[in-house]
C-alpha cells in the first residue's frame, strides 16, 4: 500500500524567508509521480510541482522547488523568498496510476510579516 | 474554458436520502477522480475512472457508486447517506497516468444530518 508523511502538522516562516516542506513516502511501484498541492483558506487544490520518479534532476518551478532523495523516499518542497500570500495547508501526493492517488494529511504554512 | 465543474455547492441532507454530486470537465482528459476530504486532513481517493465506461475504487468505495458514460461526466451517487459522509467532495481529472497533473473542481461540502 502507499502512503504519504507529512510530519509537520503547521510551519511558520518569515517573508522573504525560505522554508522547506517535509515529505516522505512509501510505495512498493518502480515507477510514480510526486506531487505538490496548495489549499488556500478558500479551499481550491492548486497544483504547484510535480517530480517523476526516474526524473535526475530536482523539479522547480519558479519560487518552488521539490528536494527529491529516492534512496531515502523523501520528496521535500522549498519555497524561497516567502510571501504572505503563501499562507496555506500544502499537501503532498502520489500516484501510480489512476487507482493508485495517495495524499499527506497536509502542513498549514504561515508567513508572518 | 471553464476546466471543471462541480455542483451543488453545497447541500444539506437529511440521512438516509439519495444524493448524486455532479462534475463535468471540458479538458477532454481521460481520468477523472473523486475524493473526500474531511475537516483537517487530506484527500482520500473514493472512486477513479481512466477512460469512459471504467470504473474503479479507490481508497473509501463503500457507501459510494460512480458511473462514466462519456469522457466529460463522473457523477458521485450516495445511495443512502450517512452522517460520517459529511465532508468536501472533490472531483478532478488528468490526461491519463501517473505523470499527469491532476485538476481540481472546486468542491461540494455536505453535510448529512
Known amino acids: 500500500a502507499q502512503k504519504i508523511t507529512q510530519t509537520q502538522p503547521g510551519m511558520f516562516v518569515q517573508e522573504k524567508e525560505a522554508v522547506t516542506l517535509d515529505c516522505t513516502y512509501d510505495t512498493s511501484d518502480q515507477s510514480y509521480g510526486l506531487f505538490w498541492y496548495k489549499q488556500p483558506s478558500s479551499g481550491e487544490m492548486i497544483f504547484l510541482i510535480y517530480q517523476g520518479s526516474y526524473d535526475e534532476q530536482n523539479a522547480t518551478e519558479g519560487r518552488y522547488s521539490l528536494n527529491f532523495q529516492k534512496a531515502r523516499k523523501s520528496a521535500n518542497l522549498v519555497i524561497s523568498a516567502s510571501q504572505l500570500g503563501d499562507s496555506a495547508m500544502y499537501f503532498c501526493a502520489m500516484m501510480a496510476n489512476a487507482g493508485k492517488s495517495t495524499f499527506g494529511d497536509g502542513t498549514t504554512l504561515t508567513v508572518k510579516p | 474554458i471553464a476546466g471543471i465543474t462541480q455542483a451543488p455547492t453545497s447541500q444539506i441532507l437529511a440521512a438516509g436520502r439519495r444524493m448524486t454530486l455532479r462534475c463535468t470537465q471540458d479538458?477532454?482528459?481521460?481520468?477523472m477522480y473523486w475524493y473526500r476530504q474531511d475537516l483537517g486532513l487530506g484527500l482520500r481517493l473514493i472512486h477513479y475512472s481512466n477512460t469512459a465506461g471504467t470504473t474503479g475504487k479507490g481508497e473509501v468505495p463503500d457507501g459510494y457508486s460512480v458511473s462514466r458514460a462519456n469522457t466529460d461526466d463522473f457523477p458521485l451517487t450516495l445511495a443512502s447517506a450517512v452522517p460520517s459522509q459529511t465532508s468536501v467532495y472533490f472531483c478532478?481529472?488528468?490526461?491519463?497516468?501517473?505523470?499527469?497533473?491532476?485538476?481540481f473542481g472546486p468542491g461540494t461540502r455536505l453535510t448529512v444530518l
Open positions: 479538458m477532454r482528459h481521460n481520468a
Open positions: 478532478a481529472s488528468s490526461a491519463a497516468g501517473r505523470s499527469d497533473t491532476q485538476y
